[in-house]
């Protein structure tokens, strides 16, 4: 009997810190990588070897952190995905998390009513085509470079002939019933009518199955040729294929291959992040209490949407005693805030200032690709104050050239500076850290807008959380706690790991690990639904 190649037992182990092993027949072989790519690489070329040994493909069974991938390897190292390997797998089936889950499991995500558990790309009236997003094994028997038949759906018996319809029946629906009367062996004239089935069950609707012949010539709707679909449709509903983990590797090869859930779910949240609103929105970044993570939040979130939507982003340290800010992102070529701003903004709002005039007072973020309106933290408060009329004028002008305006926050809740950003917000963003004295403020500070005027607590009720894990020695069930407890108070929560890149120091979003990349836009798009639709 033939050997089975596909039978062989080979399994493989890629660690975290990128080595490997492969274990055939129960015996294990070290693999001495020190990058995941390169162990993957190393896996299939040994594998290639046993396949050639025996003479067809073998499957490998990879254990990765975060997931596990069933492989058909060729013997000239052509790889194919053996995941699901039964043809008729219910969809889904293949949503198990990948590699490319970077987001912990601390990154907790509190659903909105408006954004399903689903993304939306993966509902039926989003996605047309009748193959399942999800299955790999559909997009691989379809490309030209796989040789390894999957096996086929098992063939359904044929139908059996139907018995000869009577020429008057039309519809395919009444055929059976017309066609089985005959059968019936007592003579017509004293047997009981057959049973037949009941009108209702052949609604009105199977009229219409096929053409009729004998409509009225008013009819709205003339038959005809189905309606053309447009060419257009299907680049519009075209999907991206993988990039990342395994998935992104067969890509690489050649072979087409869907994204999965994880990495469809970040996409879905670019999206969110990208779209952009018909006049400029503002958010507001708020805790009463010092240190609670608001100027690492304002950098962030300012980074994430101009990352992804574009220009037109402007983070605003509007603070009244020592706003950081300026501190923790890149100084421009002069000194300017928003004092050097205030005596220009009749000019900045005349019919003849020109966008590029706001570089004498704005600080670029040359990576991040957002722009910084500083406080001047220098100088005490009596000497800088700032009143709700200063924030009106500073406002007008950002709105005028920026679509966004992300506002950092001082700390006194009771200053007409902090309350006249709260009526110019569009979207309250509460940062606290797993710590309770911050939590605790954030929350008060809800409770207090929800009962200063109706639009202050529609503000409240749509407000997002971000907590932060700012101590790496955090216990894990106080900052749970801190994330349970705002799933009551604000609309989403979202989780976000420690990072020693927001600890101090310039911030930029590109020095953050990917975990936490991921838990910040993971922010912004939660951000963005509170925003209004795109467009609106």
């Known amino acids: 009997m033939p050997h089975d190649s596909t039978r062989a037992g080979l399994s493989a182990v890629i660690r975290p810190d990128g080595s490997a092993e492969l274990t055939v027949d129960e015996t294990p072989q070290e693999i001495p990588t020190s990058l995941i790519e390169d162990a993957r690489r190393e896996i299939v070329r040994r594998t290639a070897e046993i396949a050639a040994l025996l003479g067809g493909p073998v499957q490998v069974v990879v254990h990765e952190p975060d997931g596990d991938w069933p492989l058909l390897v060729h013997p000239d190292g052509r790889v194919d995905s053996d995941e699901g390997s039964v043809p008729q797998a219910p969809a889904g089936a293949d949503e198990r998390p990948d590699e490319d889950d970077e987001v912990s499991a601390d990154t907790a995500i509190r659903p909105s009513p408006a954004r399903p558990e689903t993304p939306a790309e993966e509902t039926p009236s989003t996605r047309p085509t009748a193959v399942p997003a999800s299955s790999v094994t559909a997009p691989v028997a379809a490309s030209p470079i796989s040789s390894v038949p999957l096996a086929a759906p098992a063939s359904a018996p044929a139908p059996a002939a139907p018995a000869p319809a009577p020429a008057v029946s039309a519809a395919p629906v009444s055929a059976a019933p017309v066609s089985a009367a005959p059968v019936s062996a007592a003579p017509a004239a004293t047997a009981s009518p057959a049973p037949a089935p009941p009108r209702s069950a052949n609604p009105a609707p199977a009229r219409s199955a096929a053409p009729s012949r004998t409509a009225p010539a008013s009819s709205p709707e003339p038959s005809g040729p189905e309606e053309r679909r447009s060419f257009l449709a299907a680049e519009q509903d075209a999907e991206e294929l993988a990039t990342r983990g395994w998935r992104g590797a067969l890509v690489r090869t050649g072979m087409r291959v869907p994204p999965g859930s994880a990495e469809r779910a970040e996409r879905a949240d670019q999206t969110a992040v990208a779209q952009h609103w018909f006049g400029p929105r503002t958010i507001a970044v708020v805790n009463g209490k010092g240190g609670a993570g608001k100027t690492p939040t304002t950098i962030l979130t300012a980074a994430v949407f101009a990352r992804f939507g574009g220009a037109g982003v402007l983070a605003w340290d509007n603070n009244q005693t ?96 902090w309350l006249r950003m709260i009526d110019h917000s569009d979207q309250i963003v509460v940062t606290t850290t797993s710590r309770a004295e911050h939590a605790e403020a954030g929350a008060l500070l809800l409770e207090a807008l929800a009962s200063r005027d109706a639009r202050s607590a529609r503000l409240a009720q749509n407000a997002v959380a971000v907590v932060s894990q700012a101590d790496p020695h955090a216990s894990t069930t106080e900052h749970r706690k801190v994330v349970d407890g705002y799933r009551t108070l604000a609309r989403d ?44």
């Open 322 to 417: 020592r706003g950081t800010l300026g501190w923790r992102t890149e100084q421009g070529p002069h000194e300017a805030t928003l004092h050097e701003l205030l005596p220009e903004t009749d000019r900045l709002l005349s019919a003849d200032a020109q966008a590029a005039d706001l570089a004498r007072f704005v600080h670029h973020q040359t990576r991040d690709r957002f722009d910084v309106l500083r406080s001047k933290p220098m100088v005490l408060a009596e000497q800088q104050r700032i009143h709700s009329d200063d924030v009106d004028r500073i406002h007008a002008v950002a709105s005028k050239y920026y679509r966004l305006i992300v506002m950092d926050s001082g700390n006194d809740e009771s200053d007409p500076m």
């Open 493 to 536: 929560v979202v989780s976000v790991p420690y990072d020693p890149a927001m600890i101090g120091g310039l911030l930029h979003y590109g020095a953050l690990k990917p975990a936490t990349q991921r838990a910040w836009l993971a922010a912004g798009a939660a951000i963005a639904r509170g925003l209004g639709p795109a467009g609106g």
